[in-house]
């Protein structure tokens, strides 16, 4: 069966479908390592040509000076047309992507969808401050009549954004840099990850769809070579990257010589506290659902699990059971709940951190293999690590697989800090019958969110974004579109 969007092969550059020079790069499932297409390849000089459609559009076209309304139209039309395509994007990402049909709907797909919808909402508010008006001596005429003055604060585009995306989420991560960048004014080259090419040229297709002006959008593919082009070109003012932290750190340097604005979204390694009141049963099923999503390829995953010693043995028992139990297979069956790593590389790697935390002395309560019945496809089994010290290997590094680490503690004050020992600050969750006091513990966890008792689900007006290494900037939120524009004052007499 055809998978939807795998039919293309160009890339989409000034507001036409372009050749790649190279020849086509096959495309996995990672549940079945098959082929689903063949995808184009681009390279610096592709990537060349995105950069200068997207200068030209932004210099010359019109699309920074259409309104704020004007420009929302465009993007409730590829709102509309995304969503009619819902179930065909969801298809491509459970064969691209290899994730579970219940995450991939709720997650991958609507999720965002409603986000950015959201976004458009509030685009239209408009933000412009007007300056009091103040009455000033002339400083050309000190004696004279004193000048009546005011001005505005007016936010305008930043100019060309150059947005990088990674692999795991990436129709989400790819609609998050299209519709704000997009809603600001400026123009974009987009370059998703290599494995997940395809969810990225979809919205080519759409930009035809909707008559997009011609290089408002462009998308290329490409390796290190056409991301590190978009980080260091002069022409290039703003670089939107959501992945790990490492290429996080070659963008940054890359880009410094040009002083181009960064917005990182990184990785994570976020703790959830399980005090001693919490209702246990329901945590550890929360804890064991949240790490198999995506098969823990997250950022923004619980992963280290701080347990009250008083209830730690109940909680990893539960814990354990119900990582049993859970269903591992392709996810082109709709009753799995975990699907595969999205490459052998990625299984090589959660490997290798399971044997460290062997090596180091944890307890390997469940899992640390693949699962027996799945010959093909880049499985893992769910893994839950007890008696983890946080200075180990698996406590510290983002794995990005489904491996949990369970370190028990005695005082809030304990959890406290080993929650925040951590390079990382992305995410972070409290479970406890005492709301005031789970409240106060989450106001002292250095992270960029937190959850009280699983949270409600998804805001669409909570920013996203994380502390320390794991990132800069925040996207969704209510100043989302901030992220992408900059302050202009203007300042004029009043009264003449």
Partial sequence: MSIPFTHLDKLYIDGAWVAADGPREPVLNPATE?????????????????????????????????????????????HAALVAKREQIAALIIAEVGCSQGVTYAMQVDMPLGHVL?????????????????????????????????????????????GITGYNFPFLLNLAKVFPALLAGNTLVLKPSPFTPYSALL???????????????????????????????????????TG???????????????????????????????????????????????LAVNAGQGCALLTRFLVHNSIREQFVQIAAAVAGQWKVGNPADPSVL???????SQRCKVEHFIASGR?????????????????????????????VRNDMAIAQEEIFGPVGVVIGYDTDDEAIAIANDSRFGLNGAVASADAATAYALARRIRAGSV????????????????????????????NWLKEFTQEKSIIYPVGR
């Fill in 244 to 290: 790990s932290e490492t290429v996080g750190i070659s963008i940054m340097s890359q880009a410094a010589p040009t002083l181009k604005r960064v917005h990182l979204e990184l990785g994570g390694k976020s703790a959830l506290i399980v005090r001693a009141d919490a209702d246990v049963q329901g945590t550890a099923l929360g804890a064991i659902a949240g």
């Fill in 34 to 78: 098959e082929v689903i297409g063949h995808a184009p390849v681009g390279d610096v000089q592709s990537a060349d040509a995105a950069i200068a459609a997207a200068r030209q559009a932004f210099d010359n076209g019109p699309w920074p000076w259409l309104s704020m309304a004007e420009r929302a139209g465009y993007l409730r039309r590829m």
């Fill in 451 to 478: 959850y009280l008792n699983g949270g409600s689900g998804g805001l669409p007006y909570a920013p996203i974004g994380g502390f320390k290494r794991s990132g800069i900037g925040r996207e969704f939120g209510p």
């Fill in 118 to 162: 959201t976004a458009i909402e509030q685009s239209t508010q408009g933000d412009s401050q007007q300056i009091p008006v103040h009455s000033n001596p002339n400083p050309f005429n000190p004696g004279g009549p004193l000048i009546l003055g005011s001005g505005t604060v007016e936010r305008e585009a930043i100019g060309v954004v150059a």
């Fill in 338 to 344: 975990m699907g595969p790593l999205i490459r052998e």
């Fill in 359 to 387: 090596d180091a002395g944890a307890t390997l309560v469940c899992g640390g293999g693949r699962p027996a019945h799945l010959k093909q496809g880049f499985f893992s089994d769910l893994t839950l690590f007890d008696n």
């Fill in 203 to 241: 919205f080519g297709e759409i930009a035809e769809e909707i008559g997009l002006p011609k290089g408002v959008l462009n998308i290329v593919t490409g390796g290190v070579d056409v991301g590190s082009l978009l980080s260091s070109d002069p022409r290039v003012d703003m670089v939107s990257f």
